[in-house]
């Protein structure tokens, strides 16, 4: 039994348990404001009169028990207001007509319309009978009407016969009487007696089938739910799979480029410390002035503390610090851009991914980071809550680096501690002793080739050095290679989490497709022909 609240659903179960000679102390109460809070069964004469709370009562929780209750009836007694249908009408299309998409059958054809509390239609029922009778015949012709007039398109409904709408008044002037006898100057004109008429025509149907029919519509609209769900949470995690491939084609272009500027930017120390040497070994070979040919050759013996050759280290060491603190920032935006985007925040709502992004921007660096940490600080909480949580914080700690690049001086204590290391592994070449004799012969020649091999030999270990550092002082590409180390195992982090939902929208979309061939066979047993859908299309999900 449903209908809006304050329609007189409580009061009626009421008369019938009444009528039925139930101990007054078991009669449910009635009260002005919304009283019914779930569905309450009552067994009367046989059948079992479930009383649900009403549609439009504002309450979200009774709303949805009264919706919850309506697919597991056989019949349906749905009643009106003397002013009949009020508000929204979603509710009564949805008892009356269903919902194919969402598998609620329409409850139409055994649906019992009533009219209540007919007493305030309008005459009264003991001095006026006649015009009475007439004002509950014309009600009720006019609800079949504006069933009829107001069907959704496409239902198919039929027509609503006046004589299925019943007009009753199942407490009389809302006396509340407790006992049979308190209802029998009455009933010659409350319609109860009619309406237990129509409840013996319908019972024979009820005994046939109505346990089948309880099944299988209440069986669909739960399994219709059951889809519903399945099929939001594929939805879900095949959002966040394509969501993470995206993430994690933003990493690995970061990380190319980041790769890509550590080798670019070896390379180019390694070429102009070799190119160096290479210069002064040339000119010590070709200058023929002994003197000078003498001050070539030991200054080339001592290249590693050659001025020059610092001035070159240094110009490299702030391009190099430059273009990598370019990238972090190129880094940090694609991160930003794609972590902050609408697509990602709903398809991630719970991890808080970037909270407030301004607040990276626009501030001195100091104030920058300290902010970031305090509101990273929160965004930690929430992600906290949700199993992405803490690879969406890794990747978002790019937001909050620090971004300041090394400084000169580190770079002159390296290229001096770079000396040391290859003068202890015995690196360091005699270029006097060679270049001091210019007599070509092929032994003086040989030797000299031996000079320059060595020469790039020591060049490139002592480029390698200042760009990789050493235990005791970080080289600059080091940081970088940190960085790259960083986005690799976020690279790898991002897979394995994609991968999880992939298998659970693989393992989804098995479930989707069992669910789909129950309701197709709940369908076939009711007739009805999927929505939308050939039998075959909806079992294989197509």
């Known amino acids: 039994m449903c209908g809006d609240y304050n329609t007189g659903k409580s009061s009626f179960i009421r008369r019938q348990l009444v009528d039925a000679e139930t101990d007054p102390d078991e009669l449910p109460a009635v009260a002005a404001m919304p009283q019914t809070a779930e569905p309450t069964s009552y067994e009367i004469d046989g059948l079992v009169f479930v009383d649900t709370p009403g549609f439009q009562s504002g309450r979200k929780a009774h709303h949805a028990a009264a919706h919850s209750a309506v697919p597991d009836a056989a019949a349906v007694l749905y009643l009106f207001p003397p002013n009949l249908v009020v508000g929204k009408r979603d509710d009564l299309d949805l008892v009356l007509d269903g919902d194919p998409e969402r598998h609620l059958q329409g409850k139409l054809d055994r649906t019992v319309l009533i009219i209540n509390r007919s007493d305030q239609i309008g005459p009264d029922p003991f001095d006026a009978p006649e015009e009475f009778a007439l004002r509950c015949a014309r009600k009720r012709m006019e609800l079949a009407q504006a069933l009829d007039r107001t069907a959704p398109p496409g239902s198919g409904r039929p027509p609503v016969d006046p004589d299925r709408v019943v007009c009753v008044s199942a407490d009389p002037y809302g006396f509340q009487g407790s006992r049979r006898e308190h209802f029998d100057p009455h009933r010659h004109w409350d319609g109860m007696d009619v309406l237990a008429e129509a409840l013996e025509e319908l019972r024979p149907s009820l005994d046939a089938n109505g346990v089948d029919l309880s099944v299988l519509h209440g069986g669909l609209a739960r399994f219709g739910a059951v889809l519903r769900n399945a099929e939001a949470e594929e939805r879900v995690a095949r959002e966040r799979a394509e969501q993470l491939d995206r993430l994690r084609a933003d990493v690995v272009d970061r990380l190319r480029e980041g790769l890509a500027i550590r080798q670019v930017r070896a390379t180019r120390l390694t070429d102009l410390v070799v190119e160096f040497l290479d210069r002064g070994l040339g000119r010590a070979l070709r200058n023929g002035n002994p003197e000078e040919r003498k001050a070539l050759a030991e200054r080339l013996d001592r290249w590693t503390e050659d001025p020059d050759l610092q001035a070159v280290v240094e110009q490299w060491w702030a391009e190099s610090a430059d273009e990598i603190t370019v990238w972090r920032r190129r880094t940090a935006h694609s991160f930003r851009r794609r972590l902050g985007s609408k697509a990602f925040a709903r398809t991630f709502p719970q ?16 104030e920058r980071r300290r902010k970031a940490a305090r509101g990273f600080g929160r965004v930690g909480a929430l992600i906290g809550k949700a199993a992405d949580g803490p690879l969406i914080a890794r990747v978002a700690t790019w937001l909050g680096r620090s971004l300041e690049p090394a400084t000169l001086t580190r770079g002159a204590v390296l290229m001096a ?37 060595a020469l790039r030999e020591s060049g490139a270990r002592w480029a390698e050095v200042i760009t990789d550092g050493t235990e005791d002082e970080p080289g600059l590409l080091s940081g970088l290679d940190g960085d790259c180390e960083e986005l690799s195992a976020r690279v790898k982090e991002i897979d394995e989490r994609a991968a999880v939902y992939t298998r659970t929208t693989d393992a989804l979309r098995d479930r989707i497709g069992t669910i789909r061939e129950v309701i197709a066979d709940a369908l076939a047993h009711l007739g009805h022909e999927p929505v939308g859908h050939s039998a075959r299309q909806y079992t294989e999900g197509e």
């Open 351 to 366: 991890t808080g991914a970037v909270e407030d992004l301004s607040l990276l921007n626009g501030h001195p660096r100091r």
């Open 417 to 453: 501690r770079a000396g040391m290391v290859l003068q202890v592994a015995g690196s360091a070449v005699d270029v006097y002793t060679l270049v001091r004799n210019v007599k070509e012969d092929q032994e003086l020649a040989r030797g000299r080739l031996a000079v320059s091999v």
